[in-house]
């Protein structure tokens, strides 16, 4: 595995590659590996024949100062990782080298009312910093596959409309959520969690599993009630635990035949927890 740490060595040897016919997987990650990251990274490689991953905890994503400063880092368990892996080539930039002046004046974008709900609604400014970040991952490595995790369903809406808007040729696959196994969606955020919490957060998962078993027969806001109240006996802060349209997002009160997904942020001590099901 190769690691570059400046985006011009990575591009020049990526035209090298692209003038030997290799097509390109890309995986962008903030680091702190688990076995989701590592199922993105298997797929890439049944796509693509040069599989490049990146690690960069992008600080113009965070709303909250807090939780940007305590993301979890681990770099060297994780380029242990990726060598166990598929991977050909980390990116490793740092801030300077992403963002560089444009830092003090960044570009925003407009995505309509899917910016305006759930995560966008309850972390402003998010979006935007995946799509300023993404923006420059993408003109950087070209990727003709991009995978990304259904567990950061709305951020994969998101770079879907941004790679429309950016006319690049990249091919988003969106990937399933990988689960411990008592059912939480693994996540980087997750070794921040105490004992005591670890053993209650799955119940997040608990939440969504009852209102897919049960979205048939109960109306959409007794049922999201009593799944808010599962969450809460079990010491969750509720953001939000919605039945959306999954292309839009926007809230529905009863099922349509089209596709649905129930979405849930919830708190746990000082932990934001975010997970999804399609119904
Ligand atoms: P992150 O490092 O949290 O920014 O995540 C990098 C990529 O991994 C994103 O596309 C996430 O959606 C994806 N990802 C994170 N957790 C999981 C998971 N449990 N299963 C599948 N993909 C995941």
């Known amino acids: 595995m190769l690691i570059f740490k400046e985006k011009k060595g990575l591009e020049a040897y990526l035209k090298s590659l692209r003038t030997q016919g290799k097509t390109i997987g890309f995986i962008p990650t903030m680091g702190a590996l688990h076995e989701g ?33 305590r993301y979890p880092i681990r770099l060297e368990e994780d380029i242990k990782m990726l060598l166990d892996s598929t991977t050909d080539i980390l990116f490793l930039p740092s801030v300077e080298e992403m963002y560089g002046a444009t830092i003090g004046n960044l570009e925003t974008y407009s995505f309509g009312p899917l910016e305006k709900v759930w995560e966008g609604a309850y972390r402003p400014g998010h979006f935007q910093g995946v799509s300023q970040v993404m923006k420059r991952l993408l003109e950087i490595v070209h990727p003709e596959v991009l995978l990304m995790g259904q567990k950061d369903y709305q951020q994969t809406l998101i770079v879907r409309i941004l790679i429309n808007l950016l006319k690049i040729n990249t091919q988003l696959i969106t990937c399933p959520i990988i689960r411990e196994p008592d059912g939480l969606a693994m996540s980087s955020r997750n070794l921040r969690l105490s004992k005591e919490a670890r053993e209650k957060a799955a119940g997040i998962h608990r939440a969504l599993i009852y209102v ?9 806001n007794l049922l999201l009630k009593n799944g808010i109240l599962l969450l809460e006996n079990e010491g969750f802060r509720v953001e939000y635990l919605v039945v959306a349209d999954s292309t839009g997002l926007q809230k529905l009160d009863s099922p349509v035949p089209s596709s649905m997904i129930c979405l849930v942020a919830a708190w746990l001590d000082s932990i934001r927890l975010i997970d999804n099901v399609f119904l």
């Open 37 to 69: 990251h590592l199922s993105l990274i298997k797929e890439a490689s049944k796509h693509a024949g040069v599989t490049v991953c990146s690690i960069f905890v992008n600080p113009t994503q965070f709303n909250n100062q807090e939780d940007f400063e």
């Open 212 to 220: 897919k078993d049960n979205f048939q027969k109960t109306p959409f």
